[in-house]
């Protein structure tokens, strides 16, 4: 798991593009009925938007609420093993993220019915409630088993343990096998650099 806030970040743009691309693709072969180049293309074109408002919704939502449920109800940071924390934490991530990607997708879907999103205002409701499971089926298993195994994989190549520097994480620092910080070493300026005490000669 990232160690501290520039970590998490870097690795929240990794793993939103893995699952926010998928979903996309997912959510277009749906309505196709298939998989084709034409619903790569078209998940592709809506991917940008989509991709950003994932992003917001993670970092300043999800996450959050996901962090605070995981290590108040599932595991204990210091004592659970770092696979159960990322199991837990990933878990708890996909339910607040499908709810409100769900609802943008219903919004999205808007603009595509004949008449435009005024005149179908009334079925975003049920569109959203039914979007809900069908995301939910696919994103869990999608993030434990694909996303996040190749998300971190990509992370922790690009990013080796410790050439990313910043406070740490208070509920990760005694995470079960989480390394200490590396930082650079500290030089004191040559002015403040005590010097050897002066040689005295022997008194003759």
Known sequence: MPI???ESLLFTFIMCFCMVLWMSIYNVALQHGAINGEVIAAAWLG?????????????????PLAKGFAFKFLVTPGKSSPLAMT????????????????????????FHMPGGPLANLQV??????????????MALPWNLLVAGPVARFIFRHAFPMGTVFEEQHMELVRMPGAPAAMMPPMTLPRAWTPSPPARQEPLT
């Open 124 to 137: 975003l409701p049920m569109m959203w409630l039914v979007n809900i499971p069908r995301n939910f089926i």
């Open 47 to 63: 991917f940008p938007v989509a991709y950003v408002f994932a992003m917001c919704c993670d970092w300043f939502v999800a996450s």
């Open 87 to 110: 199991l837990a934490v990933s878990s708890c991530m996909v339910v607040p993220m499908v709810i409100i990607m769900s609802f943008y997708g219903a919004c999205e879907g808007l």
């Open 4 to 6: 501290n806030k520039r």
